[in-house]
């Protein structure tokens, strides 16, 4: 990057500090948001240092774009807790400060992955995905099914909405975790940039968050500056504590992409098994299929809320049955007045 571009984010970072902590109400998080825009404005400097040994001046005083204007203004009605991952893409460090009620931190630089359950994210989004595939597939296959269509036109539109449901899925998917990793990628190279060319501000940094989290001065600044010392582990405990990352988990595109596509299309072929496979009372046989998976996807999901599996399969199976009651509905009626 060039060094007039750094000293433009440094100089943002220490303007959107200032509003950060004239938005905070809590004096102890205030004080770290001025003190951090002091660092910036510091870390300014080193990069204004390099723009003139590169033939650039930089100009006598800061102007915010409109964009960084605008943050200013939702920070004022919102709040920075509300905004935190528009702050950490806008280089405002220390958003972890806020993962935490009261900012506590039990061991500094422990992996936060030690404390989740490993697959636990796959296995909700799978959930999640089918129940989607299931519910939209099986609303539009009685929709179609209630207007009186032949049952070869009813598999028809059922192919076709798990098709397109599972390809606008992963689509989606897709482009979300690419721009984030994206995302994640250049603000980790922002720091590997910055630890390389000013280690010691970097380390400041980080002192002051490892403060504001409870711990005395003395020791977050010892605690910093020995991290800091180990090019590796610097830039993996800056990424955790200063942008809130976790290198390790960025995700995969493709990986999510396909998963969504893959739990999306085994939901929507659930309620059209019945058309594929049967001859007759394909209706009743979709309805059977899809309750009965109704009802085990809301017994899963009560894995993740706390509730009671048969509490939470027969609100899903209601939520379903109301889904494709209307749509029935629509489409009988439709079907009547067209016909």
Do not use: C
């Amino acid at each position: 990057m060039h060094a007039l571009d750094s000293w433009f984010e440094e100089k943002r970072s220490a303007w959107l500090y200032q509003r950060v902590a004239a938005a905070e109400p809590d004096p102890q998080l205030q004080q770290t948001f001025l003190n951090m825009a002091h660092a910036a404005e510091k870390q300014a400097g080193i990069w204004a240092d390099a723009a003139y040994r590169q033939g650039h001046l930089p100009p006598a005083h800061y102007h915010p774009d409109r964009r960084t204007q605008l943050v200013g203004q939702l920070l004022k009605v919102f709040g920075p807790r509300t905004l935190t991952g528009l702050l950490a893409a806008m280089k405002v460090r220390g958003m972890s400060l806020y993962r935490y009620p009261g900012h506590g931190l039990t061991r500094p630089g422990v992996l936060e992955t030690q404390h989740r359950t490993p697959g636990s994210g796959n296995l909700r989004a799978a959930v999640f995905g089918i129940n989607d595939g299931l519910v939209s597939n099986a609303a539009l296959i009685l929709g179609v099914a209630g207007a009186g269509a032949a049952p070869e036109m009813v598999l028809l539109t059922g192919l076709a909405g798990l098709l397109a449901g599972a390809g606008s899925m992963a689509a989606g998917e897709y482009i979300s975790v690419r721009t984030q990793r994206e995302f994640y990628e250049y603000q980790i190279d922002l720091e590997a940039e910055e630890l390389e060319l000013y280690p010691q501000e970097e380390a400041a940094e980080l002192a002051l968050i490892y403060e504001a989290k409870g711990i005395p001065r003395d020791e977050a600044i010892a605690l910093a500056t020995r991290l800091v010392a180990d090019p590796k582990q610097a830039l993996d405990t800056l990424a955790r504590e200063e942008l809130g990352l976790n290198p390790a988990e960025l995700g995969s595109p493709w990986g999510a992409g396909l998963s969504s596509f893959a739990a999306f299309s085994l939901g929507a072929a659930l309620p059209l098994l019945p058309w594929w496979f049967s001859d007759g009372a394909q209706l009743p046989f979709t309805l059977a299929v899809s309750g009965t998976a109704l009802f085990a996807i809301g017994a899963a999901i009560s894995l993740f809320t706390g509730r009671g599996a048969l509490r939470g399969g027969l609100r899903m199976l209601a939520i379903g049955a109301a889904a494709g009651g209307l749509t029935w509905l629509v489409g009988r009626l439709l079907g009547v007045s067209l016909g």
